[in-house]
């Protein structure tokens, strides 16, 4: 998962701080999915901690459109 750590508020208004650096932390329960998976019902998310890879040299990105699904495949046979 790309989310490291969650600041929560709770219902009692409460501060939880589960904000981190670190992979892998297995010092106890993972709280993290239990608040994202919960829709705002276990508490509201104020603040996240992304991972956030680097992007690799080498590779671009190109959009383009076609008028139907053949022209499609024909581009993308000549694209190759």
Known sequence: SAVLGLEIVLADGTLLDCLTSL??????????QAFIGSEGILGLITRVALACPT??????????????FEKILSTMRLAR
């Open 55 to 68: 992007a690799m040299s080498g590779v671009g990105l190109g959009l383009f459109s076609c008028s139907s």
């Open 23 to 32: 992979r892998k932390d297995n010092t106890g329960v993972d709280l993290k």
